[in-house]
């Protein structure tokens, strides 16, 4: 049973949203925090005097009188961009082919990374001759099939851990270590690499304000719903925080 300021959160409501997580690797925790962070939505909710229709509505209200976060002003847009100039680059491209080993829920992750730099090892042994047949016999990617090619890809399509990595290396060279993204471990060859252009800090400039402001938005929500659960008293749980459906 979970209490959340002396009101009880029952199994059965826990149960009914455990089918909401089963992409979490403990679904039932993650539906007790979700329903944790409800409740202590309403009960904020309640002290503010605001009605919603949903969960999803009295959130937005409450967030709406407690959360308030400034405008990116251009001084602020500037020096971003000037910190950050690879986020602002437009067509540039090369060609990639990786071979993936995937990391998996209960996976010994240092046994698959030990996997991995074994094989990278033979790789550079053998040549990149051979990458094709790497790639069908051991990639966790369907890219497998067709010899790990991922085509030819711009800034923008992989995801950021992947994506800094591969532009940092040279035109058609085998990686020397292993790429670790939040899907596992790469051996990656690059192909053809073509360089585009910085977009001018005047055509970046409104789409970069309104990034900042969403991201300290976020970050604001974050320590917020922190600070419900730092100050509530909560039993019959764990309880870390804010990374709730709710706010995405």
């Known amino acids: 049973m979970i209490t959340v300021n002396d009101i009880t959160i029952t199994e059965a409501e826990v149960l009914a949203e455990v089918p909401n997580h089963q992409q979490e ?21 309640t002290a503010l005097d605001l009605n919603a229709d949903s969960d999803e509505a009295l959130m937005a209200a409450v967030l709406n009188e407690d959360v308030h976060t400034p405008q990116a002003d251009e001084a602020s847009c500037r020096r971003y961009y000037e910190q950050h100039p690879d986020e602002f680059r437009e067509g540039d491209l090369i060609e ?4 993936l080993f995937q990391a998996t ?15 990278l090892a ?5 040549g990149l001759g051979h990458f ?6 051991y990639s966790n990617c369907p890219s497998g099939a067709e010899g790990g090619s991922l085509g030819e890809l711009t800034r923008g399509e992989m995801v950021p851990e992947f994506e800094k990595a591969v532009f940092a290396m040279p035109e058609y060279t085998l990686a020397p270590e292993l ?8 051996i990656v060859r690059t192909g053809r690499k073509a360089d585009g252009h910085v977009v001018p800090f005047e055509d970046a400039h409104q789409r970069l304000a309104t990034w ?6 976020r ?30």
């Open 25 to 45: 690797a403990n679904p039932r925790l993650a539906a007790g925090q979700e329903l944790v962070l409800r409740e202590l939505i309403r009960q904020r909710g």
């Open 96 to 99: 990639v082919w990786h071979i």
């Open 105 to 119: 829920s209960g996976l010994d992750v240092q046994k698959l990374r030990s996997r991995a730099n074994l094989h």
């Open 122 to 126: 033979e790789l550079h042994h053998k």
């Open 132 to 137: 094709a047949q790497f790639a069908r016999e």
């Open 179 to 186: 790429i670790e993204s939040r899907f596992g471990f790469h």
């Open 212 to 217: 900042l402001e969403e991201s300290s938005y």
């Open 219 to 248: 970050r604001a929500v974050h320590q917020y719903l922190q600070q419900l659960v730092g100050s509530a008293q909560i039993q019959g749980i764990p309880m870390q925080g804010s990374d709730s459906p709710l706010v995405q």
